[in-house]
């Protein structure tokens, strides 16, 4: 099936879409005080589907961002910030409600003073490898820079285990600092050809030179080697572009990548999503890259 649509395609930050049975489930950071989802069978028109996470369900209780879901064994499992920490949420259904039966953070109980301070952690992404192997990448804060973090999470996905904590990306790139904040955040893990490819946001997201990277890597622990520019940065039509997460066709056949951008060239907020076709293509050297067609502005085809 051929779409045709114009970003952006609706409203949310920290997009982050699930394909499920033939439906898009589209999770931002759209509710202060838990998550409300919209729903689609195209990508390009949305309906409301409520409240998907409250609050009062889980641990928390302000700053609720970037919520990312993974389905496993029948059960789906919502990865979520608040406090400025990353707690799990589980549901029956991709509509929720995500809920905890036992109020705790899944990146507590880890100090490394080398890298961090406290617990805190935010934007976390579940990557399920080939082996059935579950691991849980995440941002944290430390002397004023996002670093990017790997864990392999416990059997019943509720937390990581601290012991496997790992730094795999941290700010070194121009494009990468800003005057304000100096981050690699909000990461997706892509495996292809036996290569796991990091991709993350970088820069302030306030700032218009907030964009996407991407990290190589044989192992999903590192170490992972840079792209030397971002795969997605700003034009004079549209600028703070990133945070993102990458969903396919129904068919499975074209990659999707799902970001989102600032209201405009004067204004942050309300943040907005978009969507861009993305591709693995062979460099020169006949080495495979990850691309994305974007951003774009003007109408676009994509096959859903």
């Known amino acids: 099936m051929t779409v045709t649509y114009q970003n952006p395609v609706c409203t949310g930050a920290d997009p982050f879409v699930l394909l499920h049975n033939g439906t898009y489930y589209h999770y931002t950071s759209n509710n202060g005080f838990g998550f409300r989802l919209l729903l689609s069978d195209n990508l390009r028109d949305w309906t409301d589907g409520g409240i998907c996470l409250d609050a009062n369900d889980v641990l928390g209780e302000q700053d609720f961002w970037a919520p990312e879901v993974l389905y496993h064994n029948g059960r789906f499992y919502m990865a979520y910030t608040a406090d400025w920490n990353v707690g799990i949420a589980v549901s029956d259904a991709p509509t929720g409600p995500f809920v905890q039966t036992e109020k705790k953070w899944a990146t507590a109980n880890v100090y490394n003073p080398e890298y961090h301070k406290g617990n805190g952690a935010i934007d976390g992404h579940f990557f399920k490898d080939d082996d059935g192997k579950i691991y849980l990448y995440y941002a944290r804060h430390y002397r004023c820079k996002n670093r990017i973090f790997v864990a392999e999470v416990n059997n019943n996905l509720t937390a990581i285990l601290p012991e496997t904590e790992r730094l795999v990306a941290e700010p070194e790139q121009p494009w990468e600092v800003a005057e304000t904040a100096q981050c690699n955040e909000g990461p997706f893990v892509l495996k292809h050809g036996g ?56 068919d499975g056949s074209q990659l999707i990548c799902v970001y989102h951008c600032h209201q405009s060239y004067t204004a942050v907020e309300p943040r907005m999503t978009c969507i861009d076709p993305a591709s693995f293509v062979r460099d020169g050297n006949g080495t495979e890259r990850l691309t994305i067609s974007g951003p774009s502005r003007t109408l676009v085809e994509i096959q859903i």
């Open 195 to 250: 290569t796991y490819y990091l991709t993350y946001s970088g820069n302030d997201y306030q700032s218009p030179h907030y964009g996407i990277g991407c990290a190589v890597s044989d192992s999903p622990f590192g170490p992972f080697r840079k792209y030397p520019a971002p795969l997605l940065k700003r034009t004079e039509l549209v600028n703070g572009v990133g945070h993102h997460s990458f969903t396919t066709s129904k």
